[in-house]
């Protein structure tokens, strides 16, 4: 009996002594040299949960600000189950972006973009992808192939919403954002298909960035069903077209190499992967974007004023023939407070990590060694220098007054990233933004006042984003 109980004591005690030792290891990860200062937390939970908090979203993270109080505007932590650098120096991030081209993301994500997705393969599979995007997305491909199809898309919904007494801005843009890709893609789809996909998209679970655990019922299990079934539709999509003969969008022709005449540079599999995670990133960041920027020219009536007194403008100014023709590119770039409303909007609601990455190489900063292999959060914290912006958390187009409205990257404003992974789609979420915010400003309109917008790691509405609207338009009543 005695030595039963010494036989359980001993490995009750290697347990323990492991337990320790696996702790004490992951409080104190190996470095080379002096890692940055900062928590690990608790083994694989770290400091998620502290971290995820919901915060006001033109604040940064609780979480970040007391730790650069603490630490200094560098430190280390895990989260998401990963090792983790946060950064709020501008010129850090800056570098790490430009010399690391890996995107961060923790375990969760990269299982729900594929390990074989185009986002993260080599530099040629990347670059292809980023000409061809570039091709629809850039301002060419914007001017001769998007703009009318965004504004057609965006008056028509907004009538609907005028005939409605109002709308949801987040699911209204969603949907624009779906419909308009999918044509642009995927070429003319099957209405049940297409609706198929919008349902798919209104159900996808929100939180991509979440412990990685894939257990049935969770978030990261629901991710990876809702992956699942639009993956499906949009490769019966393909297969049919190509059994029949049909025309697939250029976007996809372009991706597989075909309108060059030559072999496919990538699978159709991989060409569906990449469209996935293309209508996925879109169809998550302009909507929640333009919805808080409703919300803060809901909430300075000067703002909304001047907004109205443009777009009418713009209509008024236009002959009957031109009426007919919808917004044209030019009326698109005429849009100069529409543009420091969408420049600054950017500004105060970057309130996550702009710069994310995997770091491919040891770096040093200052007297400290930040190791390969860990993610690189970069927050974009000079947008809230009060030595770059005078009175950085107020709601203020006017700052942009006489400055460059076309840049989407610079020292001091980085709500796109930088680098090779500079987002594409920037040119894109602009674009159906000043759309948006043109055709809302005809209606007379009002969003709820008690209306937040949170973030947590992404924008969140818990009271949603719905919008009140008259059918009568300012420019009608005026004329009459």
């Known amino acids: 009996m005695v030595e039963v109980f010494n036989l359980w004591t001993l490995i009750l005690s290697l347990i323990v002594v492991k337990l320790y030792h696996w702790i004490y290891q992951w409080n104190n990860p190996k470095c080379k040299g002096k890692l940055p200062p900062g928590s690990m937390g ?18 940064l993270p609780t979480f970040v600000k007391e730790k650069v109080h603490r630490y200094g505007p560098v430190f280390r932590t895990s989260l998401f189950g990963a090792k983790v650098i946060i950064s709020t120096d501008s010129g850090l991030n800056i570098e790490m972006a430009k010399t690391n081209h890996m995107p961060g993301m923790p375990k969760s994500l990269a299982r729900l973009f594929g390990e074989n997705n185009l986002f993260v393969q080599s530099k040629d599979s990347h670059k292809h992808v980023r000409s061809v995007t570039t091709q629809l997305l850039g301002s060419q491909g914007l001017k001769l192939r998007m703009m009318q199809d965004i504004d057609i898309l965006t008056l028509t919904h907004m009538e609907v919403g005028a005939r409605n007494g109002g709308l949801d801005v987040k699911e209204t843009v969603s949907k624009i954002l779906i419909e308009c890709l999918a044509k642009k893609v995927m070429g003319e789809m099957e209405p049940e298909a297409a609706k198929e996909l919008t349902l798919c998209w209104s159900h996808f679970p929100k939180g991509w960035f979440r412990i990685s655990w894939n257990i049935p019922g ?69 909507p929640s974007v333009l919805a808080a920027t409703v919300k803060l020219i809901s909430d300075n009536p000067k703002v909304m004023q001047e907004l109205k007194r443009e777009h009418e403008r713009i209509v008024r100014d236009k002959s009957e023939k031109e009426k007919k023709t919808g917004l044209t590119w030019e009326d698109y770039k005429s849009m100069t407070f529409t543009q420091m409303v969408i420049n600054e909007s950017l500004r105060i609601t970057s309130t996550a990590p702009t710069v994310l990455r995997i770091i491919d190489h040891e770096f040093q900063f200052g007297e400290y060694t930040i190791p390969a292999g860990w993610i690189f959060m970069g927050f974009p914290s000079v947008h809230f220098n009060p030595e770059k912006y005078d009175d950085p958390l107020a709601f203020n187009p006017w700052r942009w007054k006489e400055k460059d409205l076309t840049a989407i990257v610079s020292k001091t404003y980085i709500p796109f990233g930088a680098g090779s992974r500079l987002c594409l789609g920037a040119d894109f979420a602009k674009l159906i933004m000043a759309s948006f915010i043109h055709h809302l400003c005809r209606y007379r309109w009002s969003m709820k006042t008690e209306t937040t917008v949170l973030r947590r790691f992404i924008l969140t509405f818990p009271g949603g984003s719905d919008i009140q609207i008259s059918q009568d338009t300012e420019v009608e009543n005026s004329a009459g």
Do not use: C, W
């Open 42 to 59: 608790f083994p694989i939970i770290g400091k998620t949960f502290e971290f995820m908090k919901p915060h006001d979203a033109i604040q």
């Open 218 to 286: 969770n978030g990261v299990y629901r991710m990876m069903k809702a992956k699942k079934q639009m993956i499906n539709i949009l490769k019966e999509t393909v297969l049919k077209k190509r059994a029949s003969g049909e025309e697939l969008g250029e976007f996809f022709k372009t991706l597989l190499g075909e309108m060059e005449g030559g072999e496919e540079k990538i699978s159709v599999e991989s060409a569906i992967e990449f469209i996935f995670i293309f209508f996925l990133i879109a169809n998550e960041a302009t």
